[in-house]
């Protein structure tokens, strides 16, 4: 079964920094799509940014020009930095991969304090 695990969350100032990590159990090569979601206390899951096998990108505008997706295929990784953090991109920030059927890691809590 494929799986997806998530690294990097935790506790950080506003304008501060951190980068997630996902790594997943099959070859890159074979997903189509990888990126990221999250949920914010008393919010739906909303997507934050995704990215396809041929490098087309998609950012939620609430992250354009703070957040940077990327994947490493040869290392079955897709990754996530974060900069200029605030308050509101606190959530839990789950991968998510698109083999044909969507797969979603356990997700990886991100909290911003002012």
């Known amino acids: 079964q494929v799986q997806l695990v998530e690294s990097g969350g935790g506790l950080v100032q506003a304008g501060g920094s951190l980068r997630l990590s996902c790594v997943a159990s099959i070859s890159a090569f074979s997903i189509n799509v990888m990126g990221w979601y999250r949920q914010g206390p008393g919010k739906q899951r909303e997507l934050v940014a995704v990215m396809a096998i041929g490098g087309g990108v998609n950012y939620a505008d609430s992250v354009k020009g703070r957040f940077t997706i990327s994947r490493d295929n040869a290392k079955n990784t897709v990754y996530l930095q974060m900069n200029s953090l605030k308050p509101e991109d606190t959530a839990v920030y789950y991968c998510?991969?698109?083999?044909?059927?969507?797969?979603w890691g356990q997700g990886t809590q991100v909290t911003v304090f002012s």
């Open positions: 998510y991969s698109n083999t044909g059927y969507s797969l």
